[in-house]
């Protein structure tokens, strides 16, 4: 079986940053499941580095609330829970609402293309079924969206949330029953922006939180009845 759990070395980074980032990227994604434990033995073996900075980005990872430590047992990832995921969503439904409205206003021609190009290109990254790549197009498009309200304050802010939205995000995506519905979300977003229509386009940046908030408790409360 293939290890996802690689280093990517980064000659403008300290070692331990690079490792931090790795195992961070792991657990956002998947990659380290929650309740996996985390050794730091098996851990430096796995990326070819030494205790220290697998230790350095574990204390890092805790801080950040990816990681618990449990007694007697050690670090692990945090499990994915209802309310650590209703914290970040109510955040975020009215930040994405704030941010169509502006962009409803404030979007560019430019924007507009590039908005439209985002669709068409998560479209396709839907057809290839990667997790990965469809989670990154979604990201992409969010962002012209962010961009497009000029509000450097609103961006640093969603940008700040952003990296624990992901996570969410990676679970919301990894079903696949929900595509087709997530597509056409994404084209009533762009549609209602083109005509500036702020009442619907905030309607369904909710309406587009709600449903993945549904659908991740759904899956939540499924993996708590199969254990």
Known sequence: MQDHLQIKMDEFLPLRDVVFNTLRQAILTGDLKPGERLMEIHLANRLGVSRTPIREAIRKLELEGLVIMIPRRGAEVAQITEKSMNDVLEVRRSMDALCIELACERISEEEVVALKKACDEFEQAVETGDIKIIAQADVALHDIIVRATGNMRLVQLINNLSEQM????????????????????????????????????SRVAKLHIDNQKKSIIDQLRLDRSNR
């Open 166 to 201: 992901y996570r969410y995000r990676f679970e919301y995506i990894k079903d696949s029953s929900q595509h087709a519905r997530l597509v056409e979300e994404h084209r009533m977003i762009y549609d209602s922006i083109v005509r500036k229509d702020k009442e619907t386009a």
